[in-house]
C-alpha cells in the first residue's frame, strides 16, 4: 500500500506560500518560517487569505499535489490540480451506471448498510463502556433497530426508499448522540443535527470535520480517476460533489463522530473556543479549530486492519482504499462494492 | 497486421518495453492513466536529457548523430521517438540497406541506438523497443536495418541488438496485443509473478487484491450480522 503523506493546512492569514526547487516553503513577511520537501506532500488547504505563488501551483500540479483554497470558516472556495487523471473509460461507466437504477440502488444500499452499521457501532461502544452512566434502555433499543436496517435495505427498490431508510437512522442515531458526550455535558448538548448554519457547538464541530472529509475524500476519487461530482445516492447538484458525498457516508461515524466526541469528553476543547453570532450561529475560534486540525492530522496515522483487505493501513488512507475499490468494481475487476465498515 | 491511418490511434511506441515486461503494467500506464510521475521514474528520464535535446545533432566525416528523431510505424500502429538514429557513411549504395540525407554527400546507413538508464534485462524487453525503433525507420526511409544499440548507463556498455526474425515476430506480436487491449480497453488482471517485487506501479496494481479475491457477498453478510464485535481500540 501506498505511503499516506501528510496535508498541509495553513490556516495564518497573512501566509504567503512559494517554493524553492522541490521544496514549498512557508513564507511570513518574506521570512521563510518552514520548508517541506514537495514529496512529502498529499495536498495542500488553505484556510482564509493565504497566498501561493504562480511557480508552487506549477510545481504542485506537476506532482499531483492539489492545492485547496477554504474560507477560514471551511467554505470551499476552489482547488488547483493538474490534468484529470485516471482512465476515461472508467469515467464514462460512471456516468452509464449513475443513470441506471439497478445499479445506483444498489451501491446506494452499499454506502447506507455501512454507513447505518457504523454509527450503530459507535452506539454500542458507549452502551458496553460506560454502562452505567447511559440510558441502557434508549441505547438498546436503537441498536436493536438499527441492526434491523440493512435488511430492510435489501427490499428498498429505488433511491427515495434508501434515502427514507438512511433519514430514519439517522434521527435514531442522532438522538442518542447526546449520550456519547459524557464530559462538558451542558456545553455540548445537541439539538439534532442542523448545519445551515449550526445552532449548537456540537454541530459546529461535526461540521467543520465533515468539511475536511469531504476534501480527502474528493481527492481521493479524483485520484483513482472518477468525478466526484457524479454521484448514484446524492443525485446531481451544480457545484456538489455528489460522489464524494455517497462514498463519505460510511465514513462519517467513525472519521468524524468518534473524534468529535473524543475531543470533547477529553476536554481538549472547551465551550470557551466558540463563539455565538447574534442570530444563534455558532463558529469555532481559531485556537479551537488549529486543535481539531491536529487532532484530525493525528488521528489519519492510527493503524488500521482494513476490514475487507484485512491489511494493516493508517487510517487516512481509507478514502484512497475506498476509492480504489469502487473504481475496480466499475472497471471490472470486484464483482461488487465493499465499503468500509468499523466495529 | 493492420494498418492504421488516424493519428489519435497510435500508441506509444515506448509501451512495447511495458507490455513485454507485464500486459497488467501497459495497460494500468496506458488505458487507466496510472500517474505519469511513477511511470517516469521507472524510465529514467534524466538519462534521456542530453538525448532528447533535438538541437543537438552533431556530424563528423562519415557519421551523422541525430537525437530525439520522431518515428511512426503504420504497420505496428506505433509513434514514438528515437533516442539517438546513427546514420553511418558508406563508400557506395548498399541496395535496400542505405539512403540519401538532405543536403549531404553520399550513402548512409541509418542505426538506432536506445539510451537505457540501469544495465541490461535478462529479457527482452529492450530488445523489442530497439526493434520496433527500427522497424518504424524502415518503413519511413524505405531501408532494412540488420542492426542496433542498447546502451547501458550504468555499465557505461553498447549492446550490439541483432533485428532478427525471431525479434521482429515477436515486436509485431507484442504490438498487436497492445492495439487489441487498447481497442477493447481493457485492463487484464492481475497474475502471479516474481516480476511484481520490480514493478514500480505495484502499488498502484495491488496484485494481492486479485489473487487473494474475497467474494464481497460474504464479506456484507458478515459486518451487517446483528451481533457485533467486542474488539476493543480504545476510545
Known sequence: MRRLLNTLYVTLPDVYLACDGENVLIKVNDEIKFRVPVHNLEGIVCFGFAGASPRLMHLCCERGVAISFLSQYGKFMGRITGNV????????????????????????????????????????????DHTEVVDNEALERALQLLARMPAKLEMAHHGDSIRGIEGEAAHLYFSNFNQLVLNQKEAFRMLGRNRRPPTDRVNALLSFLYTLLTHEVVAALESVGLDPQVGFLHRDRPGRPSLALDVMEELRPHFVDRLAVTLINRNQITAKGFVVK?????????????????????????????????????????????????????????????????? | MLSIDLEDDFLMLSGIQHIAFCERQWALIHIEQVWAENVRTVEGQHLHERTDDPFEDETRTTLRTVRAMPLISRKLGLRGIADVVEFHQEKELIEGKTCRLEGREGWWRPIPVEYKRGRPKKDDRDAVQLCAQAMALEEMMQVSI????????????????????????????????????????????????????????????????TLRHRPVKDYLARMCREEVDDSCDGF
Open chain 1, 278 to 343: 447574534e442570530n444563534g450561529a455558532v463558529i469555532m475560534d481559531d485556537d479551537t479549530r488549529k486543535e481539531v486540525l491536529t487532532a484530525w492530522q493525528k488521528r489519519k496515522q492510527e493503524e488500521i486492519t482494513h476490514p475487507y483487505l484485512e491489511e494493516k493501513i493508517p487510517l487516512g488512507l481509507v478514502p484512497y482504499v475506498q476509492a480504489m475499490l469502487l473504481a475496480r468494481h466499475m472497471r471490472g475487476d470486484l464483482e461488487d462494492y465493499p465499503p468500509f465498515f468499523w466495529k
Open chain 1, 85 to 128: 487523471s485516471g482512465n476515461v473509460l472508467l469515467r464514462r461507466t460512471q456516468y452509464r451506471w449513475s443513470d441506471d437504477e439497478i445499479v445506483t440502488t444498489r451501491l446506494s444500499r452499499r454506502f447506507i448498510a455501512a454507513k447505518i452499521m457504523n454509527s450503530r457501532a459507535v452506539l454500542h461502544r458507549v452502551l458496553r
Open chain 2, 146 to 209: 540488420d542492426t542496433g544499440f542498447l546502451f547501458y548507463a550504468q555499465t557505461k556498455h553498447r549492446e550490439k541488438i541483432l533485428l532478427d526474425e525471431t525479434l521482429r515476430l515477436h515486436t509485431v506480436e507484442l504490438a498487436s496485443r497492445m492495439q487489441q487491449f487498447f481497442r477493447e480497453g481493457k485492463t487484464p488482471k492481475a497474475t502471479k509473478g516474481k516480476r511484481c517485487s520490480q514493478c514500480s506501479l505495484v502499488e498502484e496494481c495491488q496484485p494481492t487484491w
